[in-house]
């Protein structure tokens, strides 16, 4: 029997609302859990000592003389720690010949980057402790550095490590790429450098660990607090049951604070000799020297195609520097791109080689996107060349070759299975929130009136896998993670709903999102719910937020936890109503008999009070209304969009002012739409960042000249445009809401529109590439050399 | 050392200091006023953007003992009788905040912004913020943000 709910009844879905955030109300007042804000009796600050030096041998350390200044608590070498300091983890062997080197979290033999920790104080406060780091005697015996990806692996090249500078070298083929290529009527071919990137998070690292007899606290400013526990324990030895490690509130990460930093570990060796808790937090210009940096790969690239524009296949070979050490995920963050090449497109063949190479570099490691915004810049910028060869508009010649809706789900040439898709939809969307063919119309005007500005449009038809899940799937890449996520959601005696959440979320908005699907699922308002994480004691399971996998893998656990907590309920529903379970239904948070009005049931608050004190429980059921539940979906989800981006072009200057950039993307369903066009706006400016202003510049002896924020360019209000969002919705197939990661989508989407853009303004002039970032003087001489 | 005196958020102080101590440092190690954070040491994130006698200053550049006499307003105090200020209800409103590090300096500054121009315009905004970066937002709520509350400061339906 259906029976049709009154208007009243009808609770409005929580899930879909652009709820503002729980978060925000502390936020804005000054109430916050910085690590950095924590102070406790006894409290010791850690400074280091860094190597000025990008390659050299260490002859001597003395910190004798530091010992005595004042406030000086103790003073450590590497030497002092010994062996007991481990070797900082990478967890992705990517093939069985990988060369993994011994990663000292203090250099004792050889300095490898400029910034690489030698020595360090520990002092009664921070002034002290960076006064003492003076008197530290130390000296080196220059080596020469290694800058170049290209010249590293040459034969004569000095070695940054004994067994050579070539780290893996990892393949994947799919078809006959050489008969694709073979009399193919087009070939591009193209080389494009990423280079290097500072994710520069608002919120410098910091950490302190308090010691309490053989346990050890960790607040440290990370996105993995549940990753780290156990890299913490391999690499100290330590116990992993003595160590509570919690992330406050961490402010922002991009994929930075996805790692094991030898200060993690030096500042908890420190806290166990001394027994006093031990605090470091560092300055910008540390963090720009040794927070891991991003991208920095070398991309020779080639596609093939008809002669009406339809791909044939693609070969990509790739150097990615890998910097001086494997950190955690080095070696895998360019194959995380090895399966995106071929971006939205239909293609036979494909061959994608990868070579990882040191270098005296800061180590790279993952930035948001990771890997994924190098192959979608490559594949976008070559569609934008292939179209301009055979003189088809650019969205053209992506629509004869896109996979079309109805093809869907689509195995690529690389191997993946793209779930669900709608690029036509997206595609012509985007086209007309952007006034397509206005703009058009208007540079063509320009190019024939001969303006100094010229304008020029940038496409980027884009997906990324992301929800960095499968565990199977991680398995086989070789990567040591597993993929799930956990939440444990508890009705509380009262009524209201704690969710535990192993997603660990550093600026997104997982409470309140998470809140509104709990408050779905339970019926129960969202004001009811709270939700708890970041604290190893507190939720002791999780795999945390990276690779946008929180609201796909961690949002659905949360979804699924509530459903087993709903059936708990029914029964207890059901023993105290004398009815078989079958003839309960739930709606508006109370079970009732079927058809039933609402208020002769019995409510989720009604059942968790009656739980609680268990005056009258059915046979088996333990007195508590909560419930676990894990996620591990079968496939990655395919988030997608279109990007257009109308940049001005100073011919005189080389300056570029964007016009305008409109982002319609494909999330699948928006569980909070507010949140979603958040990660958007965030997500392209930080890809117009690397589009046009930052780069990690080193000098000739490998010093890095960008270590503040006046050198490195993160992009001010001054420098953006207001974007303009739209969505489509496909939802996707690989979990029960539908949902597709968001938080990467932007960053990977933005850059090739960005150049595609300053590239079409100027191809009129004889203009083909414009390497990253598009400044005004490299955009200058673009124009200068192609005429 | 030497002697200061400065009052915080209404509240006076008077404490001995080191003359190199940075007065952000004072405010987070010496009072707990931790409200206050710290972006750069360069003056370039803004993050620690507070009011100094009614001008907005990055407090990372300044020292304490050039705060004696001064009155300081941080983002702690931006509120005021238990009301959230405007500027604070419309970051909230428009999410002109993720995770929150930049937002006390944006406060700030946009606190400053708006004294001097009630009515600004996008690009007065953009403008005027230049001196604070956010890594997460890409500015856009933000902007909208301050509009919402120049409305609803100027006594109109926000």
């Known amino acids: 029997m259906t029976v049709t709910p009154t208007p009243a009844e009808v609770r409005q879905s929580e899930v879909g609302r652009a709820r503002r955030r729980k978060e925000d109300a502390r936020l804005v007042t000054g109430q916050t859990r910085w690590t950095d804000n924590i102070q406790a009796p006894g409290l010791l600050h850690i400074a280091f000592l860094r190597s000025p030096m990008a390659h050299a041998r260490i002859t001597r350390v003395d910190v004798s003389a530091a010992r005595e200044m004042p406030g000086v608590v103790a003073a450590f070498s590497g030497a002092d720690f010994g ?105 591009i071919s193209r080389t494009f450098r990423q280079q290097r990137l500072i994710p520069a998070a608002m919120e410098p690292r910091a950490v302190v660990v308090t010691p309490l007899g053989d346990e050890y606290t960790v607040h440290t400013s990370t996105q993995i607090p549940h990753i780290l526990r156990f890299l913490l324990a391999s690499v100290t030895g330590v116990p992993e049951h003595r160590l509570r490690v919690i992330a406050p509130d961490v402010g922002g990460g991009f994929g930075s604070k996805l790692q094991c930093t030898a200060e993690e570990v030096l500042c908890l060796l420190a806290a166990k000799r001394l027994g006093r808790p031990v605090k470091w937090t560092e300055s910008r210009s540390e963090g720009n020297l040794t927070v891991h940096h991003g991208r920095d790969q070398l991309q020779r690239v080639q596609i093939a195609a008809e002669a009406d524009g339809r791909l044939r296949g693609m070969k990509i070979d790739l150097l990615a520097d890998m910097g001086a050490y494997l950190m955690l995920v080095t070696p895998g963050i360019p194959l995380l791109g090895a399966f995106m090449y071929n971006g939205v497109y239909k293609m036979a063949a494909y061959d994608f080689r990868c070579t990882g190479v040191f270098t005296t570099k800061m180590p790279t490691d993952a930035y948001r996107g990771a890997g994924r915004p190098e192959a979608t810049f490559a594949i976008e910028r070559l569609m934008d060349e292939l179209a301009a060869e055979i003189g088809v508009d650019p969205v053209e010649v992506r629509r004869r070759n896109w996979i079309t809706h109805g093809e869907f789900p689509y195995d690529t040439v690389a191997g993946l299975t793209y779930d669900s898709g709608d690029y036509e939809a997206a595609t012509e969307k985007a086209l007309q929130l952007f006034g397509y063919d206005k703009l058009r119309a208007e540079q063509k005007d320009r190019r024939d009136r001969g303006d100094t500005v010229q304008l020029g449009i940038g496409i980027s038809t884009y997906t990324e896998m992301c929800g960095l899940a499968p565990s199977r799937v991680l398995g086989q890449l070789g990567n040591a993670s597993g993929g799930w996520e956990q939440a444990d959601v508890r009705v509380l005696p009262t009524g209201k709903v704690e969710v535990a959440t192993g997603a660990t979320p550093h600026g997104q908005g997982h409470v309140t999102a998470w809140s509104q699907i709990a408050a779905d699922a339970l019926g129960v308002p969202f004001e009811d719910v709270s939700v708890v994480y970041g604290d190893t004691a507190v939720v002791p399971r999780g795999w945390d937020t990276y690779g946008s996998r929180s609201l796909a893998i961690g949002g659905v656990a949360v979804h699924l936890a509530c459903e087993k907590v709903k059936e708990k309920a029914r029964r207890v529903a059901a023993h105290l109503m004398e009815i078989d379970p079958g003839d309960l239904e739930y709606a508006e948070g109370a079970f009732r008999v079927r058809g039933a009005p609402a208020e002769q049931g019995r409510s989720i608050q009604e059942l968790a009070a009656a739980v609680f004190n268990a005056h009258d429980m059915p046979e088996g059921i333990e007195p508590r209304l909560d419930s676990s539940a894990t996620f591990d979906p079968a496939n990655f989800s395919f988030p997608h969009g279109t990007h257009l981006c109308a940049v001005e072009v100073d011919t005189e200057t080389g300056f570029t002012k964007i016009r305008s950039y409109v982002a319609v993307d494909d999330v699948g369903t928006v569980v909070n739409p507010l949140i979603v066009d958040g990660q958007v706006h965030g997500g392209i400016a930080q890809g117009i960042g690397q589009a046009l202003y930052e780069e990690a510049v080193h000098d000739a002896e490998g010093n890095l000249l960008t270590t503040t924020l006046a050198d490195y360019l993160v992009p001010s209000a001054a420098d953006l445009p207001a974007f303009v969002t739209g969505r489509t919705e496909t939802p996707a197939t690989s979990n029960p809401l539908g949902v597709k990661g968001v938080g990467e989508a932007g960053t990977i989407a933005s850059t090739p529109a960005v150049v595609n853009g300053i590239v079409d303004a100027l191809r009129h002039l004889g203009v083909r590439d414009v390497q990253m970032p598009c400044t005004p003087e490299r955009v200058w001489r673009a124009i200068g050399g192609a005429s | 050392m030497a002697k200061i005196n400065v009052n915080v958020d209404g509240v006076g102080h008077e404490e001995e200091v080191e003359p190199r101590l940075l007065l952000v440092h004072f405010l987070r190690d010496r009072l707990g006023k931790v409200g206050t954070p710290v972006g750069c040491d360069t003056g370039n994130c803004g993050a620690c953007t507070i009011s100094m006698n009614g001008k907005s200053v990055k407090s990372c550049s300044v020292l304490a003992v050039q705060a004696d006499g001064a009155h300081l307003v941080t983002v702690e105090g931006l509120a005021s009788n238990g009301d959230r200020h405007p500027l604070q209800k419309a970051f909230h409103e428009e999410h002109g905040l993720q995770c929150g590090y930049c937002t006390p300096g944006m406060l ?51």
Not at chain 1, 158 to 163: C, E, G, I, S
Not at chain 2, 141 to 158: K, S, T, Y
């Open chain 1, 83 to 187: 062996a007991e300091q481990g070797s900082l983890p990478c967890a992705w062997p990517v093939t069985e010949d990988i060369v993994i080197p011994d990663h000292p979290p203090m250099a004792t033999e050889t300095v490898r980057y400029v910034g690489e920790a030698v020595a360090c104080v520990v002092a009664t406060d921070r002034y002290r402790a960076a006064d003492a780091l003076e008197a530290i005697e130390i000296d080196y015996e220059p080596l020469p550095p290694v800058l170049d990806l290209e010249k590293a692996l040459d034969a004569d090249s000095p070695l940054v490590h004994d067994a050579g500078n070539r780290a893996y070298t990892w393949t994947l083929s799919n078809g006959d790429v050489e008969a694709a290529f073979r009399d193919a009527p087009v070939v």
């Open chain 2, 108 to 158: 700030m500054a946009a606190l400053d912004l708006l004294k001097e121009n009630p009515d600004p315009a996008e690009e007065d905004i953009r403008a005027g913020l230049e001196g604070n970066l956010c890594r997460c937002t890409g500015y856009v709520n933000i902007v909208r943000a301050v509009q919402r509350a120049a409305r609803e400061m100027a006594g109109e339906r926000p």
